[in-house]
Nanobody, 123 residues
């Protein structure tokens, strides 16, 4: 059974940092590109960033580029999202995603999702 379990969300103030984790089990971690999506209140789920299977390449949505950083620990099967200088527009439920397909990660092609973790940023 494949499981992606996020943790690390919470309520923070603008300018603070948070690190989200996603523990993956039930699949071969190194066979999947991994990513983060988020769903702000009342909006569609949107791409945040992704990392390739080997951890050598990352790419991000422009609004988070330079503030958010994705990494993966293949020895522990954990995906991370380091979020710095948070602002209220970053408030959303954040989802971990596993994608065995190549190319740009898109929500409709994701193979597995986590259950999400809430991040709330106050001004």
């Amino acid at each position: 059974q494949v499981q992606l379990e996020e943790s690390g969300g919470g309520l923070v103030q603008a300018g603070d940092s948070l690190r989200l984790s996603c523990v993956v089990s039930g699949l071969s971690f190194v066979d999947y590109n991994m990513g983060w999506f988020r769903q702000p209140p009342g909006k569609e789920r949107e791409f945040v960033g992704a990392i390739n299977w080997s951890g050598t390449n990352t790419y991000y949505e422009p609004n988070v580029n330079g503030r958010f950083f994705i990494s993966r620990d293949s020895a522990k099967n954990i995906l991370y999202l380091q979020m710095n200088n948070l602002n209220p527009e970053d408030t959303a439920v954040y989802y971990c995603a596993a994608d065995a397909n190549g190319g740009q990660m898109v929500a409709g092609m994701v193979d597995y999702w986590g259950q999400g973790t809430q991040v709330s940023v106050s001004s």
